[in-house]
């Protein structure tokens, strides 16, 4: 990734006003240096995939987003995906073969009480993700990366 991209900007949509990221995502499209926007999003609930990806373009502007990826499930499952045996112990929490299917509550959960918040787990989890260890163990990882590194 570091060969394909000079700079990599992430910008949390879901805290930021729609006019904002309709204007970011326009000004993207319309830079010289071909800047390239990648529109990463839960799934939400029972949606399916080309329905999120409709919902998305109808609130952000169809003709603004390229490039669309809808990860299955929570991005919460991708976080946990990073870690192997060895790292999960370090963690004190229990390593996970597969993390398809770990939601934001689940991953709540998961949180050990040593930490004074989400964000200090988060931070911890990131010193020690793995992205090889992560495409093994969340098929959506794995397509995101798939994506963004060819």
Known sequence: MKNKYRSIEIITHAR?????????IRSING???????????DLDGK???SMKK???CQEYGN???????IVIK????????????????????????KTDDISSADF?????KKFDSRTDFLIEVIKL???????NKNKSFKYFSNKILN
């Open 129 to 135: 993700f793995s992205i090889d260890v992560a495409r």
């Open 54 to 56: 409709g919902k998305i």
């Open 108 to 112: 709540d959960k998961i949180i050990p």
């Open 16 to 24: 930021t006003k729609n006019n904002i990221i309709v204007g970011l």
């Open 74 to 97: 929570e991005i919460e499952s991708w976080y946990l995906a990073g870690l192997n045996k060895e790292k999960s112990l370090r963690l004190k929490i229990k390593n996970l073969p």
């Open 63 to 69: 003709e603004n987003i390229r490039n669309i990826i």
């Open 31 to 41: 830079d010289l240096n071909h800047k390239e926007c990648l529109f990463v999003s």
């Open 47 to 49: 949606l399916c995939v």
